[in-house]
Every structure is written in structure tokens, then in C-alpha cells.
């Protein structure tokens, strides 16, 4: 029997509340037993798989059944790509490092400003790397591709995006007892939510004008 009035209100956040705790402590626990360095990639996209799931209404999954299944099914794709993801980090940072040190020369400012450039492009492929690989079905490089097309095409997403993350952080560090119940959690759900307006947007875009994405990409099962 379904609660109605203000009750079934408060019972339904309550739902949702406990729902986003317990699969944040479950991305806390999953990290932890992949040593944290082998661990975080595929809990992170356990976690996405799921956050997509509830975005696309599917709300009665067996939350850790379904994590747990994605965690070890996407456990050697997922930190290939954490491995992708620091190899360019280190690249970056080797660059800053050296046009840290040529500031009294001409080349400063414009290599300052293509790793600039660079820096942003890294950062819209960190936010969208995790909601790319549980939304579409692709190779590894094409999952680098796309992220970083989607969230230039998608920019005023790509921007909502950072304002909310950034909102969320500054709540966290006002209250930092949510950290270890609700952060992570709450930062993935703006991330994919974000970024599913911003597939959305691109399935509409690319119905209008055939070949948005080379037609390439499987949009994987809910």
C-alpha cells in the first residue's frame, strides 16, 4: 500500500537518502578491497552503472548484486582506463613542470596556454569518462574520444556540471560528516545526470543531422 501525503513525501526521501548512503559506503568498501589503487575505477563505474540505472527509472535493481556483478565484469576495462587516465595526469604534470621552468623565455606563454587548453580538455574526460563507458557500448580508445567530444559539443552541460560539483563541495566542507555517507554518491549522480542531459541533447542533435557520432556507438541495455 503506497503512502500518500506528506508521510509517503517524507518516506520516499528517507528511501532516497538511505538508498545513495549505502551505495556510497558500498563504493568505499569496493575501493578498499581492490587496495584502493586497483579498486577505485571499477567501483566508480559500479557505481555510475547504477546512478544511470535510477536516472533511466529503473529504480527496483538489487543494489548489490548489481554493483557487486559490474564491479568484477568491468574490473581489467575500467583500470586500463585509471591507468589512461594517470598516464596523461603525469604528462600533464611533466609539461607544467617544464614550462614552470622556461618563465623568462618567449615559449612560456604559449605553451602555458596549450597546456592550459590541454588541462581543461583532461578535465571534461575525467568527468565524462564514467558515464560514457555505462551509457555507451565501444572500444577503449573510442571511450577517450567521445568523452572529450561530448563534453566540448556539450559545454553548457559540461559547465553545469562543475558548478554543481563544486556546489557539493563546498556543502561537504561545511559539513564534512556527509563525506563519508553521501559525497560520493551525490558527486556521481550530478555527474551522470549532467552528462545523460548531455546524451540526450547529442541523440536529438544527431537525429537532425546524421552522423553526429559516425553512427558507431550501441547505447548499452538499462
Not at 31 to 38: D, R, S
Not at 108 to 120: H, M, R, S, V
Not at 147 to 165: C, E, N, P, R
Request: hydrophobic share 55%.
Amino acid at each position: 500500500m503506497e503512502i500518500e501525503g506528506i508521510w509517503g513525501g517524507l518516506y520516499k526521501i528517507c528511501l532516497w537518502v538511505t538508498r545513495v548512503a549505502y551505495l556510497n559506503i558500498l563504493w568505499v568498501l569496493f575501493t578498499l578491497l581492490g587496495l584502493c589503487f586497483f579498486g577505485f575505477m571499477p567501483a566508480s563505474i559500479a557505481l555510475f552503472t547504477i546512478i544511470r540505472k535510477w536516472i533511466l527509472q529503473d529504480t527496483d535493481i538489487p543494489i548489490f548484486q548489481t554493483f557487486f556483478q559490474t564491479f568484477k565484469r568491468d574490473f581489467w576495462k575500467a583500470n586500463l582506463l585509471g591507468l589512461i587516465i594517470l598516464f596523461i595526469g603525469a604528462i600533464l604534470y611533466v609539461d607544467l613542470q617544464y614550462v614552470g621552468s622556461i618563465v623568462d623565455t618567449p615559449y612560456y606563454a604559449p605553451l602555458l596556454g596549450l597546456l592550459f587548453l590541454a588541462g581543461i580538455l583532461y578535465l571534461l574526460f575525467i568527468l565524462y569518462i564514467g558515464p560514457v563507458f555505462v551509457h555507451y557500448e565501444l572500444r577503449i580508445g573510442q571511450y577517450i574520444k567521445y568523452a572529450i567530444m561530448i563534453g566540448i559539443t556539450q559545454l553548457h552541460f559540461s559547465l553545469m556540471m562543475i558548478v554543481l560539483l563544486s556546489a557539493l563541495y563546498y556543502l561537504t566542507m561545511k559539513f564534512p560528516g556527509i563525506l563519508p555517507f553521501l559525497s560520493i554518491s551525490c558527486a556521481g549522480f550530478i555527474i551522470m545526470w549532467s552528462a545523460n542531459l548531455a546524451f540526450n541533447q547529442l541523440l536529438r542533435t544527431k537525429e537532425k543531422v546524421s552522423g553526429t557520432l559516425n553512427g558507431s556507438e550501441e547505447i548499452k541495455d538499462t
